[in-house]
């Protein structure tokens, strides 16, 4: 096993390249002065924040593979809590939870080059000078997260392709030439699912490296999100209402892609492929949300009432901007009953508040 950080990818995967679309308008602003003070504040806590990826965490140390084994997280439903997870054997147990780290890995990974190629559009896509500053700096450090998931994923020699999901989610946002969707699509959308999912795996891991740098990097993905939720803040309420509505199409299609099993698409689909290689029905581990909904509800509950990363970070943000007309409530209500069965609630009753201080969560060790 290469533990260099700087050696190549395994073999089995070599150098691909694809292409997408992306047309946009390059806007220029010849006023240079500050125009929205908070954004240009978080481009300088962003300067101040740089870090450096293979200097800053320790590649020295090995990857101990039987904690990342156990580096157990699916989405934000604690199904390791159930009577049905807890009845199949160790071994069973163990490949299915590594097997779903390295696959949400690969695609954390995947969607860190996604992150990249539209965080450097959105200089050049943003009309405003301080929302150009501050996502130079995000390009930076989306490099920097490409680069540290890359070594690490090195070290343990295994990259799973991207989910087929993701890629549609990454490829509509590079594609639209609407700025402020793709602001959404990126900053509201895809951080909140990259912030949440990162810091879920961290608290859920107990590998000493994969802990350190999913650290570092949510707390980069903070900023970020906070960027979106900031900049939309000012620009959502000068907006009519068609468009208005179009942005929340927008924001609602590709969140609902990666939960809706009707989209063909839905995460947990590709995910749940691992089950079945481990030798369990994929129809019986899904029919637990049912079979065993109360104590997945008080599971849950005692982690903050957060049902994975659309309802539980997604949702809350497009609620806090303005983005969340009872049009789209009740899309996303329609999606929930149809593929959860009704074990997660009424939206209107259990929408979780988006934390208020986003760095502070982050750090929090409780799921
Ligand atoms: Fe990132
Ligand atoms: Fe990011």
């Known amino acids: 096993m290469a533990s260099d950080p700087q050696s190549e990818l395994p073999e089995a995967h070599p150098t691909q390249t694809d292409g997408v679309h992306a047309a946009m308008e390059a806007v220029y602003n010849w006023n240079y002065d500050s125009e929205i003070d908070q954004l240009r504040t978080l481009y300088a806590n962003a300067l101040e924040r740089q870090w450096i990826g293979l200097r800053d965490l320790d590649w020295e140390q090995e990857i101990d593979r039987a904690a990342f084994s156990r580096s157990f997280s699916i989405g934000g439903v604690p199904i390791q809590e159930t009577d049905f997870w807890k009845s199949l054997p160790e071994d069973t147990r163990w490949e299915i939870a590594r097997g779903t780290a390295t696959f949400m890995l690969s695609n954390f990974l995947h969607g860190e080059q996604g992150a990249l190629m539209v965080a450097a559009q959105l200089v050049n896509a943003v009309p405003h000078m301080d929302g150009k500053f501050y996502a130079s700096t995000q390009t930076l450090?989306?490099?920097?997260?490409?680069?540290?998931?890359?070594?690490?994923?090195?070290?343990?020699?295994?990259?799973?392709?991207i989910a087929p999901g993701l890629k549609k989610l990454l490829d509509d946002v590079l594609a639209?030439?609407?700025?402020?969707?793709?602001?959404?699509?990126?900053?509201?959308?895809?951080?909140?699912?990259?912030l949440y999912s990162f810091r879920d795996m961290r608290n859920a891991s107990e590998e000493p490296l994969l802990r350190q740098l999913l650290t570092r990097v949510s707390q980069d993905e903070a900023?970020?999100?906070?960027?979106?939720?900031?900049?939309?803040?000012?620009?959502?309420?000068t907006l009519s209402d068609e468009e208005k509505a179009e942005i929340e199409d927008f924001a609602f299609e590709t969140a609902r892609l990666l939960i809706d099993s009707r989209s063909g698409l839905a995460l947990r689909q590709t995910a749940l492929k691992l089950w079945e290689s481990a030798g369990v029905d994929p129809a019986e581990a899904l029919g637990v949300l049912v079979k065993e909904r109360e104590t997945l509800r008080a599971a849950v509950e005692k982690r903050?009432?957060?049902?994975?990363?659309?309802?539980?970070?997604?949702?809350?943000?497009?609620?806090?901007?303005?983005?969340?007309s009872p049009r789209i409530e009740a899309a996303f209500q329609e999606v929930f009953d149809h593929n959860f069965q009704g074990a997660m609630g009424k939206l209107s009753e259990e929408l979780p508040e988006l934390p208020e201080d986003l760095e502070a969560w982050v750090m929090e060790e409780t799921n």
Request: glycine share 14%; hydrophobic share 40%.
């Open 141 to 161: 450090d989306e490099a920097r997260h490409v680069e540290v998931f890359a070594a690490y994923i090195r070290k343990l020699g295994e990259v799973q392709p």
């Open 176 to 194: 639209t030439d609407d700025w402020k969707k793709k602001a959404v699509g990126m900053q509201v959308v895809t951080e909140g699912l990259a």
């Open 223 to 237: 900023r970020h999100t906070g960027y979106g939720i900031k900049y939309l803040n000012q620009v959502v309420p």
């Open 304 to 324: 903050g009432g957060r049902w994975g990363p659309v309802r539980g970070f997604v949702i809350p943000t497009l609620r806090s901007i303005g983005l969340f």
